[in-house]
């Protein structure tokens, strides 16, 4: 049985394709200003993968912001439970799961069936997603992907604004006025964010195993700043950035088979 | 004061002006009681010079990397032209968020009693409820007839609403940052407040609208709407009791004040004319601060 996972976020779609709950292919496309043809995109690129035609999925479901605009989805489900799907999947014995996009960040507690019992976001403030990293990395004229890289050369680091992007750009600028490296800089930057996601992670609990995914999941930098701050060992995918769709995806399994029923 | 070269100017939306100014007819002897308030704010430095508690010069200049520094220069610039030096100032008083940086000050003062002391100076006892926008954060202070703060309600560590936040747009927009409030009243009709009010996602949200075709003055009106949704929303949280002012310097911002006004149905007491040598709203904190400090050295001279 072929089943289709969408994840429609505020920079970019996701699509993941499983075959009786094993992942075959993914695609995906920037979102830009219309979500359906991102999304149209990313899902082309993943038949395109797996080497199959619309018509071969017997059920799609669509998660992440701009879920509603899934062209063809069978179903929704709210990103929360997608995490939590996804994260115990990767990792069976996850109890948090942590998920930071561009421009969201969600931590998710889940019970041994991997079923999410509480959760906690941090949306529609920049500080505490990707967008703080963006944005810190263009004040500090560094490419997005060196950010990490960059950061984990540091020896100790400066104390910026945490709290907004706005202010983090401000105290980065005075920053590179007084003349402090690059690295150590960078290093603030994740430090901070590494801050306030922690504390969001701490409101549910920190019960291990946990699970970082999210396009962030793959900065280095970040990764090692979590660790620091929380004390727990972090276990990431090998795709983290496509794990709201798989999960998705493992949703869109277990629907099917109750509709066969 | 020297303007700065033209092309930078042209760059740099956000760039208000500094000025200092000396009330005129006004005179001073050795026996007054003069005493100096200056406000580190987080991107103004005030200095207000005060003859027996009446106001008698002050200035405005821009925060730089270094809060003592924006501290002295503030002063300097206020006692410009008074003939007075800094050591016939018998009482200073620092406030402000830099306020624990005024080299010079005899006590530091939160900028919430300062504030609430300052508009009741401004604009009388009939004060009870002062909403202060400053660059970094936003406050709404309940006062008695005084100027005493009775309770007070702060947002900060976010820059929605604040005057940073505005600068941001200004740049964003390109338009200088003292005709913002003007332009965005430019409508026929209130467009729907933009839906983030996180500075960092308006932005995007702007960009967005702009590419829609919507006009700098739209985008602006829907921006100054949800930022004054904002600023009302943090006054009725305090408790909203008449008469209102606004300090700061988006005391200044004519969009945000109209649009405070509209969402809350109650009129502000107007400004000041500042233009034209009337007391500045976005010194009421120095002025405040004076004060405390004429009463400070009064308790001296007792004890």
Known sequence: ?261 | MKEPSNVKDELEFWRWREYNRIVEGKQWTSKDIITAGVDVGSVGSKAAIMINGEAYSWSITRTGSNSPESASKALGLALLGTGLKASDLKYIVGTGYGRVNVPMANKAITEIACHAKGANYIWGPSVRTVLDVGGQDIKAIRSDETGRVVSFLMNDKCAAGTGRGMEVFADLMQIPIEEIGAISLKVDEEPPPVSCTCVAFAKTEAIGLLRKGWSKEKVLAAYTRAMAVRMANLINRVGLEKELVITGGQSKNIGIVTRIEVVLGIKCLPPPNWRDGGLDPMVAGAFGAALFGKALYEKTQKG
């Open chain 1, 1 to 261: 049985m072929i089943t289709l996972g969408m994840d429609l976020g505020t920079q970019r779609v996701k699509a993941v394709i499983l075959k009786d709950g094993e992942e075959v292919s993914r695609g995906q496309a920037f979102s830009g200003f219309d979500a359906t043809t991102a999304t149209e995109e990313a899902v082309a690129q993943a038949l395109k993968g797996a080497g199959l035609q619309r018509s071969d999925i017997a059920y799609s479901v669509a998660t992440g912001s701009s879920m509603e605009n899934a062209p063809g989805a069978d179903s929704t489900i709210s990103m929360m439970s997608a995490d939590a799907k996804a994260g115990v999947y990767f990792f069976p014995k996850a109890h948090t799961i942590i998920d930071i996009g561009a421009e969201e960040a969600r931590a998710v507690k889940c019970d041994d069936k991997a079923v999410m019992v509480d959760f906690v976001v941090n949306e529609r403030c920049a500080a505490g997603a990707g967008a703080f990293i963006e944005a810190m990395a263009r004040a500090l004229e560094v490419k997005l992907e060196d950010m990490g890289p960059l950061s984990l050369k540091a020896e100790r680091a400066s104390p910026i604004n945490a709290s907004c992007v706005i202010f983090g750009e401000s105290d980065v600028v005075s920053l590179i006025h007084r003349q402090e490296s690059k690295p150590e800089i960078a290093r603030a930057v994740f430090d901070a964010m590494a801050d306030r996601v922690s504390s969001m992670v701490h409101r549910i609990g920190v019960n291990p195993d946990v699970v970082l995914i999210g396009g962030v999941a793959k900065d280095v930098g970040f990764i090692a700043a979590l660790k620091r701050k929380l004390g727990v060992e972090i276990l990431i995918p090998d795709f983290p950035d496509y794990a709201g769709a798989l999960g998705a995806a493992l949703i869109a399994a277990t629907r099917a088979k109750e509709r066969q029923k």
